[in-house]
């Protein structure tokens, strides 16, 4: 089945700072990388996506990279807020209906 | 609904207990999914439904888990015999068909087994 590895497990930044999490994968058949962040206390939320067939995709202060050949795929977030603060997870669908997770990158950001 | 809805929020249960956790997904989603969440880790699914049969129940760890979703809404995942290694957040989550595309996740029902 799929393996998804997450780095780094933790990751401090200062406001306006930019912060990278990065994600790899084992199964060649995923298609579907989505990213979600989660708060404490709630379920998880997703935040931006990307598909198999696309390198880069950005939404307004986040973006996501793929690199199917290494199968690396990556969050970026730029000028960073204190509201971005919180745990965020990739996935990885492995060709299939569900969601492997990574273990988390837990994202503080400071004033 | 407007989103997912899990009940109870919490649940703590003696070991050996029998429990149930509720999920009512989206209305109008075909396919819900039960995830689990231990401390410090990401979701690991669980089941999968499409409608009213389970499309996927790999990720059941033994048979003390079962779920149903006998009229393709809400959903409820059952365990028997209870374990402390059962602790966890259960997560459900639907999205409009079964594709992982659009998953909308509920805030989870915290299971503690003491």
């Known amino acids: 089945g799929e393996n998804v590895e997450q780095h780094p497990s933790t990751l401090s930044v200062q406001e306006g700072d930019s912060a990278v999490i990065k994600c790899t994968y084992s199964d060649s058949a995923s298609n579907y990388f989505p990213w979600y962040k989660q708060e404490l206390g709630k379920g998880p939320q997703l935040i931006i996506d990307?598909?198999?067939?696309?390198g880069e995709k950005k939404d307004q202060r986040i973006a996501v990279t793929l690199n199917k050949t290494a199968k690396h795929f990556s969050l970026h977030i730029t000028e960073t807020q204190p509201e971005d603060s919180a745990v965020y997870f990739c996935?990885?669908?492995?060709?299939?209906?569900?969601?492997?997770f990574g273990k988390g990158t837990m994202l503080l950001v400071s004033p | 609904g407007a989103g997912v809805s899990q009940t109870p929020s919490n649940k703590v249960t003696e070991k050996g207990k029998y429990v149930e956790l509720r999920c009512d997904p989206i209305s109008g989603h075909t396919a819900l999914y039960w995830y689990r969440q231990s401390l410090g880790q990401g979701p690991e699914f669980l089941i999968y439904f499409q409608g009213t049969g389970a499309a996927d129940d790999s990720g059941l760890p033994n048979d003390r888990f079962f779920a149903v979703r006998p009229e393709g809404s809400v959903s409820t995942l059952k365990i028997q015999r209870t374990e402390r290694g059962d602790s966890a957040v259960y997560l459900c989550a639907s999205s409009p068909e079964g594709t992982p595309h659009g998953y909308t996740f509920g805030s989870g029902t915290r299971l503690t087994v003491v």
């Open positions: 996935a990885a669908n492995g060709g299939y209906s569900t969601l492997t």
């Open positions: 990307i598909r198999s067939n696309v």
